[in-house]
């Protein structure tokens, strides 16, 4: 599994996290190994990389891996100070994190991540804890569902969608229908709303040629997983676990995850809370101007997959890399 697995952006993220071969690295998305093992390569018999990962199965993968120099660990994102306060390390060299679904998640349809396979309603990333998406949908409100697929599918169909979604759940719970159970059930069933709602003439596989379902599956993934609030706790934590000089390389899929890392490392300056009004009195001098703490990132890069590396790897046309250098003297 590891050697089909396609790491995105693996030379240019090892290129701009590298700074101390000697160093100590966290990979806080281990996968199925890829990053890690490129950061084992580059680092001196002195260097050290921590990985993490949520998914008992990657991190089962991962102990094949015979390094001393590597301490892997099953946790989410959240759970990076305890593990560096576990091991003794105030703070890092740097950080990474490969975000999303993995591509070993999404081709193994037990998993229940891809609708182009057929399986379970899974989706859960840590398949030892928590609600499957089945039994999350089993306590949704149309109102609740719709909010979530609007916000975190950026889906224009999301009411419709959503009540249909729990108008079978509701169905089959009162033995009207058969229940919701597996990943081509929901797609069909997506699927059948959004091309009914679609104007004539507008491509079966909806905006940009991607299926109908992609949003919805996206949407449900993210909140079954609790996704954002992990990626805001590794983005909270990154300035205390990041030594002054330490780099951190985020590589993000959509745009709900690359804002996130954007404002974490060019965060907003007071001005932009200020009235048009205030902000021209600040200008003129009107107002105190009070000393501002320097941000705890200075933004090193934006990076883009290749045109060879979109061709050869799909899943690598939506992403994107941004770099950062952790503030203060090293």
């Known amino acids: 599994m590891a050697a089909l697995h396609q790491s995105v952006l693996f030379a240019e993220t090892l290129d701009a996290l590298v700074h101390r071969p000697e160093g100590v690295y966290v990979d806080a998305t281990f996968g199925r190994g890829g990053h890690t093992r490129g950061l ?3 680092l001196s018999p002195q260097g050290r990389v921590i990985a993490l990962d949520r998914d008992p199965a990657a991190v089962a993968a991962g102990r094949g891996i015979q390094d001393p120099r590597l301490s892997l ?6 759970g990076l100070p305890e593990v560096l306060q576990q091991l003794g390390i105030p703070a890092v060299d740097g950080l990474m994190a490969d975000l999303g679904v993995s591509s070993p998640q999404l081709d193994e349809a037990e998993r229940g991540f ?6 379970p309603l899974d989706m859960r990333m840590d398949s030892s804890a928590g609600p ?4 999350w949908l089993a306590h949704q409100t149309a109102e609740d569902l719709a909010e979530v697929l609007a916000e975190w599918g950026e889906e224009r169909y999301a009411r419709p969608i959503a009540q249909a979604i729990v108008a079978r759940i509701r169905s089959a719970q009162a033995g009207e229908a058969d229940p919701l159970q597996t990943t081509l059930q929901l797609a069909q069933l997506v699927a059948g709303v959004v091309r009914k709602h679609q104007k004539p003439g507008k491509s079966k596989r909806g905006a940009a040629g991607i299926h109908p379902a992609t949003r919805t599956f996206q949407a449900i993934r993210i909140a079954v997983n609790r996704e ?3 990626v805001d706790a590794l983005l909270a934590a990154a ?3 990041i030594k002054p000089g ?8 959509h745009s709900l995850e690359d804002r996130r890392v954007k404002q974490a490392i060019s965060p907003p300056k007071p001005s932009d809370f200020l009235s048009p009004r205030e902000r021209r009195l600040a200008e003129l001098g009107g107002l105190p101007q009070t000393a501002q703490a320097e941000p705890p990132f200075r933004a090193l890069a934006r990076i883009f997959p290749s045109e060879q590396e979109q061709e050869r790897n799909p899943r690598a046309r939506s992403a994107v890399l941004r770099v950062a250098e952790r503030g203060g003297q090293p």
Do not use: K
């Not at 660990?73 to 959240?78: D, I, L, N, R, V």
């Open 40 to 42: 084992l390569d580059r």
């Open 73 to 78: 660990h099953h946790t989410p994102f959240s």
């Open 114 to 119: 891809s609708f182009l396979r057929d399986g």
């Open 132 to 135: 499957t998406a089945a039994e």
């Open 228 to 230: 954002l609030d992990e």
């Open 239 to 241: 300035p205390r676990c």
């Open 246 to 253: 330490g780099r951190l390389a985020v590589i993000s899929f």
